[in-house]
């Protein structure tokens, strides 16, 4: 079946670590993106890719890094400068933008813990 | 600045009765609009969606309505049962670019009591 797969399910981080946190797409849509879920929260933006190669900040990229190497991967790096790390991460992909919009399908999420 | 908000936080229901979540939006210029259900530990699942050009759409069991003049959208899930117990969120499309970009209400959490 066509969708996202995102992992691992769970992550543990320690302190001054950086971790990847992996999201794979064959719906074979062009545009991706990366959302944290804080508890009782709505999703706020991170990341988003309309292409390969090319990438743009959201709302609250500070601390976080990505790259678009590949169509369907989009992985998000939680650095250590990011103080507050712990949430619920969600990745999602669209087609590309065109006339009319489409919905963007979602992951399962990864969830990140400090240890 | 854009917000995309919703009514109340909890919505509680009995099994069969129909459910209405409201939310509602502050961006004149949006002209795309989602809702998605939330179950615990998973990612939003598409439920409907509706363009600015029409003011009610049906999919099964769920309508969405939307009046722009007041900037208001609501879902409405006839018969509801208790496997629609989740947390429903709203998100408009960020106007402007064709960026794709959605901006998500805080969501509405709906319990169906057996």
């Known amino acids: 079946d066509g969708g996202i797969t995102q992992s691992p399910k769970y992550l543990f981080r320690k302190e001054g670590q950086n971790v990847t946190l992996s999201c794979e797409q064959n719906?074979?849509?062009?545009?991706m993106y990366w959302y944290r879920q804080d508890p009782g929260q709505g999703l706020r933006l991170i990341y988003y890719?309309?292409?390969?190669?090319?990438?743009q900040k959201g709302d609250i990229a500070e601390g976080y890094s990505v790259s678009r190497e590949k169509k369907e991967s989009f992985p998000l790096t939680v650095t250590s400068a990011q103080k507050n790390p712990t949430a619920f991460y969600l990745c999602?992909?669209?087609?590309?933008?065109?006339?009319?919009?489409?919905?963007?399908?979602f992951g399962d999420g990864t969830r990140l813990s400090i240890l | 600045g854009e917000s995309v908000g919703l009514h109340l936080p909890t919505l509680s229901v009995q099994e069969g009765d129909n459910s209405i979540i409201n939310c509602a939006y502050s961006?004149?210029?949006?002209?795309?609009f989602i809702w998605y259900k939330q179950e615990s530990g998973k990612g939003p699942q598409f439920i409907i969606d509706?363009?600015?050009?029409?003011d009610k759409r049906q999919g099964q069991r769920v309508t969405v309505l939307l009046n722009k003049t007041v900037k208001h959208l609501s879902l409405q899930i006839a018969a509801t049962q208790p496997g629609d117990s989740a947390v429903y969120f709203c998100?408009?499309?960020?106007?402007?670019?064709?960026?794709?970009?959605?901006?998500f209400g805080q969501g509405t959490t709906l319990q169906v009591k057996p």
């Open positions: 961006n004149s210029a949006s002209d795309y």
């Open positions: 998100a408009e499309n960020s106007p402007g670019g064709n960026t794709g970009k959605l901006i």
């Open positions: 509706i363009r600015s050009n029409m």
């Open positions: 719906l074979n849509h062009d545009a």
């Open positions: 999602a992909s669209s087609p590309r933008q065109g006339p009319g919009d489409q919905p963007q399908h």
């Open positions: 890719s309309q292409i390969v190669n090319d990438f």
